[in-house]
């Protein structure tokens, strides 16, 4: 789906929600994102609103905005070769005791809605454990 105008300004204000800042000109750590809300806002962009990004983009990103505004942000299921998306832990500078390395490949082989279904299966792990209403 080719995201419309306010599909991106609603974006852009899911991420100024939870990110806790209006300047999104950075990447996603950077700007004091955690992993989990950018789980978050991945799976509401897709349940909500139909459009897909993926989180690793997401995660990776130089700028926050820069890819919430871009037309091509609109991501297609990945064709069976797509290229593995590079580890977190080499994306972000720190130091990789191997689980980023073996767990980012495995998710990419996995389709779109299987890693959407696989995140909110977490996400629902981690909200029951941490008592928050979903």
């Known amino acids: 789906m080719t995201p419309t105008d306010d599909m ?9 929600t939870y990110l806790g800042q209006e300047d999104l000109d950075g990447g996603w750590f950077e700007l004091g994102g955690s992993s989990l809300d950018a789980a978050r806002l991945v799976s509401s962009l897709e349940h909500d609103h139909g459009w897909e990004i993926a989180l690793q983009d997401l995660l ?41 390395d073996v767990l980012w490949p495995a998710l990419a082989r996995l389709s779109a809605s299987e890693r959407l279904t696989l995140a909110h299966r977490l996400l629902g792990d981690v909200l029951r454990e ?5």
């Open 8 to 16: 991106h300004a609603q974006a852009l204000k899911l991420a100024r």
């Open 130 to 134: 941490s008592g928050e209403p979903r």
């Open 60 to 100: 990776t990103a130089p700028s926050v905005a820069g890819l919430l505004t871009a037309p091509a942000a609109a991501v297609a299921p990945e064709a069976p070769d797509a290229p593995s998306p590079t580890p977190v832990a080499a994306a972000t500078g720190a130091t990789s005791a191997g689980g980023a």
